[in-house]
């Protein structure tokens, strides 16, 4: 199964009762493992979650802290990029060169990586003074 398939499957346990607008992510940690996210939302905007922050916090909650490759899918015409929040969320668990795949539910495919996604992304090294 490849992680289009997986986000796939799990883009159908979205909770979208208000936009009706269903987002899969899976990403392969650098162990080799798969987790999965679906967005969540809440009646309470912006209190939901997103698909790809759904798979992040699966990832560190499963004892990985380190994303080897992502997708995201959607049902959109384009593919669906992740928001500014999950991009800096993907930045803080992967290297600038790993692959982030962006897909529609009519299998139109879009590669990038974190970088790509995010240039001049905020990370550790603004801290060093701390």
Sequence with gaps: MSLID???????????????????????????????????????????????????AAMVAGGDTAIADMTVIADSPKPVSPCGGCRQKIAEFAKGDVKVTLATMDGVVQETTVAALLPGSFDADYMSRV
């Design 6 to 56: 997986d986000a796939r499957a799990v883009r159908e346990n979205a909770y979208v009762p208000y936009s009706k607008f269903k987002v899969g992510a899976a990403l392969t940690s650098t162990s080799g493992a798969v987790y999965v996210g679906c967005n969540v939302e809440n009646v309470a905007y912006p209190e939901g979650t997103c698909a790809e922050a759904g798979a992040i």
